[in-house]
């Protein structure tokens, strides 16, 4: 079973560039989250969705935005990177909203220079 | 503001027990979670608390105690793959998780 899956799984990135990370869970999951995590801090909240069709905003949504056309897909935009946006990104998703258990996809490793 | 405190790191030895701590003020409290982080994976799932007490799962347990604002997370029979983070989770009152850095576990033969 998949579960869900990152894209990419690295990447380095020009500041100024744009890029969008994929995300794809097969689980039928209600809710789905990114999440960035830097060396010494907790997981950051960046922008979840509770349910397809709608998005809301985390801890730490500036720089970022992201889409919900569907079930399974929650892709996550950088429109115009900055180097402050290096950082390892996961996405997660869980059956209902609200901080249900959550599954996280195995990441991706973003360098911005 | 919230926050989750952990210690940022810890030894213990194979086959003993050792015991990661947790406490918490977040704005309202409904849950505590605990996940394991191997480095360079993702986090998975090992255990919820919502009410007081003890919850045990094979080798792992975790404790609540909700007035104290505190969790911890016993393991038992150390074992070399148990060397992770372990990461302390609570859902506040918008039902968001808010997240602790982790303790880092280093088992030691």
């Known amino acids: 079973t998949a579960g869900i899956t990152q894209a990419p799984t690295s990447q380095i990135l020009a500041a100024g560039r744009s890029m969008t990370l994929r995300c794809t869970q097969d689980m039928r999951h209600n809710a789905m989250y990114w999440y960035r995590q830097d060396l010494g801090l907790g997981l950051r909240l960046i922008h979840y969705?509770?349910?397809?069709?709608?998005?809301g905003k985390g801890e730490v949504p500036d720089g970022y935005s992201v889409s919900r056309a569907n079930t399974d897909d929650f892709p996550l935009t950088l429109a115009s990177a900055v180097p402050s946006q290096t950082s390892v990104y996961f996405c997660?998703?869980?059956?209902?909203?609200?901080?249900?258990?959550?599954?996280f996809g195995p990441g991706t490793r973003l360098t911005v220079l | 503001g919230q926050n989750i405190d952990q210690p940022t790191e810890m030894t213990a030895t194979e086959g003993a027990i050792v015991q990661i701590n947790c406490t918490y003020q977040?704005?309202?409290?409904?849950?505590l979670f605990w996940y394991q982080q191997h480095a360079g994976e993702a986090p998975t799932f090992l255990s919820y608390n919502v009410l007081d007490g003890l919850e045990e799962k094979g080798r792992f347990s975790s404790f609540l105690s909700r007035s104290k604002g505190y969790s911890y997370l016993l393991l038992k029979e150390l074992q070399m793959k148990d060397s992770a983070s372990y990461l302390c989770?609570?859902?506040?009152?918008?039902?968001?998780?808010?997240w602790g850095a982790g303790t880092k576990l280093i088992i030691k033969p």
């Open positions: 989770a609570v859902r506040d009152s918008n039902y968001q998780l808010i």
């Open positions: 969705s509770n349910t397809a069709g709608t998005t």
């Open positions: 977040t704005s309202g409290f409904n849950g």
């Open positions: 997660a998703s869980s059956e209902g909203q609200g901080g249900d258990t959550q599954y």
